[in-house]
């Protein structure tokens, strides 16, 4: 199978070694070149690299559907793969390679990682404690003008309490042509319409955060037949840290 993975990274790091990786600098347009071998650039071509602070590995995503030909196309990140079948080993032996990719993509158009599930939140609230609910109350309102057939699976995302998260998956061209073209056009008009000058730098990182909820929305849509794949955290997480700050964010508020 002809597929590509991209592997969005802004900084030198370690990579899996051949097919059907491919790292590739995002923000390129706003850095030095990083010195990976064979590492791609989301600058060239058409793209919108520029708009990396806001739009996080989305630019690579988007340099791909633009510039990158390919039957299959995915994308993870440089901290978190899809993890294979083998289960023995270190965390890098347990990268999903091309075989793991093949015998699911062979079934099914898509995979997705697993659900990441809040159990005691929904996702409009799991976002709204985290960010601004003006991002996915403005997302509703263009979804109501433009794509308004979007409006019942959107609702019920923003309800459930679980989702597939990251921005990470491998889709079948044609249908990632079609994802991309409803996904960005509906970025691009909240863009035009959200006022983000106050935001700090890490709710400016919005379209990608929004991207993320949207993602469901589009596959319940469409009514789109996935897989779902384990996925891999390469560096340490702090579960305790993180939790407190959850419920930092759900008791107190948004610093």
Not at 69 to 86: E, Q, S, T
Not at 239 to 253: N, Y
Request: hydrophobic letters at 40%.
């Amino acid at each position: 199978m002809d597929i590509k993975i991209l592997i969005a990274t802004h900084k030198k790091s370690r990579v899996p070694d051949g097919s059907p990786y491919y790292p590739i600098q995002v923000g390129a347009a706003l850095h030095e070149p990083l010195s990976i071998p064979g590492v791609l650039r989301d600058d060239q071509g058409d793209s919108i690299s520029r708009k990396n602070p806001n739009y996080c590995e989305l630019t690579a995503l988007y340099w791909a559907w633009k510039n990158l030909p390919a039957g299959y196309l995915g994308i993870v990140h440089y901290r978190r793969y899809f993890a294979g079948a083998r289960r023995e080993g270190d965390k890098w032996s347990r990268i999903a390679a091309q075989n793991d990719f093949e015998q699911m993509l062979g079934a099914c158009p898509v995979i997705l990682p697993k659900k990441r599930r809040y159990w005691i939140e929904t996702t409009y609230r799991q976002y709204v404690h985290a960010h601004h609910a003006q991002d996915l109350d403005k997302t509703r309102e263009i979804l109501a003008r433009k794509y308004p057939e979007y409006l019942p699976a959107f609702d019920q995302v923003m309800k459930s309490t679980s989702g597939h998260r990251f921005n990470m998956f491998v889709m079948r061209r044609d249908l990632l042509d079609g994802y991309c073209s409803w996904l960005f056009d509906v970025l691009f008009t909240l863009e035009a319409e959200l006022d983000i000058s106050d935001y700090s730098p890490n709710d400016a990182r919005v379209f990608g955060f929004v991207s993320e909820r949207l993602l469901d929305v589009w596959v319940k849509t469409n009514h789109i037949a996935y897989k779902e794949m384990p996925y891999l955290f390469m560096e340490k997480q702090n579960w305790l840290k993180k939790g407190g700050a959850f419920l930092k964010r759900k008791f107190i508020g948004k610093s």
